[in-house]
């Protein structure tokens, strides 16, 4: 193997660091962070958790939590290979909703889910 080729450690080490997931209380990502979850505050809710999808080339399903100030959201994101649209589901604590309570995103485009408080359903 001459040095101009690549050792193959190098090449797996590249691929776990652009698989892993990187993320913090209030954000989640994974391909390098061009996919991104975050929990943010929303001037008519309780919380808004946006997800910005881009474009992986693996499939993958992962859990996790995000919060805001306390407000603890648990979320499951279902990763589709290429073209296909990635969904995530989220699950607010009780005295919460989320609406709508999944959203499936295509590629290159991002969707919304709102966090009610129970007294803005009339709860």
Sequence with gaps: ???????????????????????????????????????????????VVTFDNRMVHSTATAVFTLDL???????????????????????PPEGYVARPPMVTVQENDTGEILILKGEYLGG
Excluded: N, Q
């Excluded at 101009?4 to 892993?20: G, I, K, Q």
């Excluded at 959201?73 to 279902?78: I, L, N």
């Design 1 to 47: 193997m001459g040095y101009d080729e690549p050792m193959p450690w190098m090449a797996a080490a590249a691929l776990a660091a652009l698989a892993s997931p990187v993320h913090s209380a209030e954000r989640y990502c994974w391909a390098g962070c061009e996919s991104t979850v975050i929990i943010a505050p929303h001037p008519d809710a309780a919380a």
């Design 69 to 91: 100030d306390g407000l603890a959201v648990s979320v499951e994101a279902h990763v589709g290979r290429g073209e296909e649209p990635d969904t995530i589901f989220v699950t």
